[in-house]
T-cell receptor, first 116, second 113 residues
Framework: DGGITQSPKYLFRKEGQNVTLSCEQN?????MYWYRQDPGQGLRLIYYSQIVNDFQKGDIAEGYSVSREKKESFPLTVTSAQKNPTAFYLCASSTGGPGLAGNEQFFGPGTRLTVL | DQQVKQNSPSLSVQEGRISILNCDYTNSMFDYFLWYKKYPAEGPTFLISISSIKDKNEDGRFTVFLNKSAKHLSLHIVPSQPGDSAVYFCAAPRGGGNTPLVFGKGTRLSVIA
C-alpha cells in the first residue's frame, strides 16, 4: 500500500539535545513538507522540498533543519536552538505536478515530540 | 498575517442535522481551496476541494460552497454523523498554483447522537 510513514509515533527528548524525525513516502511524490501543530493552532509550515536536493524554509524554520537526499525521504532535525519544540509534527507529500490536483497533500500519522 | 481564517473554534450539531463550517480568506490570488479532516493524534486526511472557477463542489454528504466576492467558503455536511466528529481545516495554496498550503486554525465539530 502506498503512503507516508513517520517514526517514531512518540518521542521524548532532554532539553539541549538534537533529535531527528523520520518521514518516508512510497507515493512517488516530488514534493514533501513538514508542519507543526500546537493546541488551538493550525498547521504551520516548517520546511518544504519540491525536488530532491532542494528545500526551502517555511514560516517557522528557526531551530529546525532538513535534508532531501532521496525522493522518498525527508527527515527533520529539531535542534537545541528550537525554543519550544514540544509539539505534534506532521509530514506530508504531494505530486507537485501541474494542475490543481498537484496541491493535494497526503499526510503521515505524525510524531508527538515532548521535551523533558 | 493569517490569510485563511476559521473564526469558529468549535461547533456542536445533532446527529442527522446539517453541519456548516466556515472559512474566510484574504488573498484574492487563491485559486484552489481544500478541506481536511483530522482526528486526534492522527494526520489530516483530504476531504474535498474546490477550484476558484466554481462556486460549488459536491461529494456525497459533503458540499463546499465558494463565494469569491465575499472571500468566503463553507463546508456543508448533510446528514451529520457521529463519525464526522473531528477537527476540520480549510487550506489554500499560499502563492496560488502549486505552492505550499496555508491552513486555517481549524474548527472542532462534535456530532451528538
Amino acid at each position: 500500500d502506498g503512503g507516508i510513514t513517520q517514526s517514531p509515533k512518540y518521542l521524548f527528548r532532554k532539553e539541549g539535545q538534537n533529535v531527528t524525525l523520520s518521514c518516508e513516502q512510497n507515493l512517488n511524490h516530488d514534493a514533501m513538507y513538514w508542519y507543526r501543530q500546537d493546541p488551538g493552532q493550525g498547521l504551520r509550515l516548517i520546511y518544504y522540498s519540491q525536488i530532491v536536493n532542494d528545500f526551502q524554509k517555511g514560516d517557522i524554520a528557526e531551530g529546525y533543519s532538513v535534508s532531501r537526499e532521496k525522493k522518498e525521504s525527508f527527515p527533520l532535525t529539531v535542534t537545541s536552538a528550537q525554543k519550544n519544540p514540544t509539539a505534534f509534527y506532521l509530514c506530508a507529500s504531494s505530486t507537485g505536478g501541474p494542475g490543481l490536483a498537484g496541491n493535494e497533500q497526503f499526510f503521515g500519522p505524525g510524531t508527538r515530540l515532548t521535551v523533558l | 498575517d493569517q490569510q485563511v481564517k476559521q473564526n469558529s473554534p468549535s461547533l456542536s450539531v445533532q446527529e442527522g442535522r446539517i453541519s456548516i463550517l466556515n472559512c474566510d480568506y484574504t488573498n484574492s490570488m487563491f485559486d484552489y481551496f481544500l478541506w481536511y479532516k483530522k482526528y486526534p493524534a492522527e494526520g489530516p486526511t483530504f476531504l474535498i476541494s474546490i477550484s476558484s472557477i466554481k462556486d460549488k463542489n459536491e461529494d456525497g454528504r459533503f458540499t463546499v460552497f465558494l463565494n469569491k466576492s465575499a472571500k468566503h467558503l463553507s463546508l456543508h455536511i448533510v446528514p451529520s454523523q457521529p463519525g464526522d466528529s473531528a477537527v476540520y481545516f480549510c487550506a489554500a495554496p499560499r502563492g496560488g498554483g502549486n505552492t505550499p498550503l496555508v491552513f486555517g486554525k481549524g474548527t472542532r465539530l462534535s456530532v451528538i447522537a
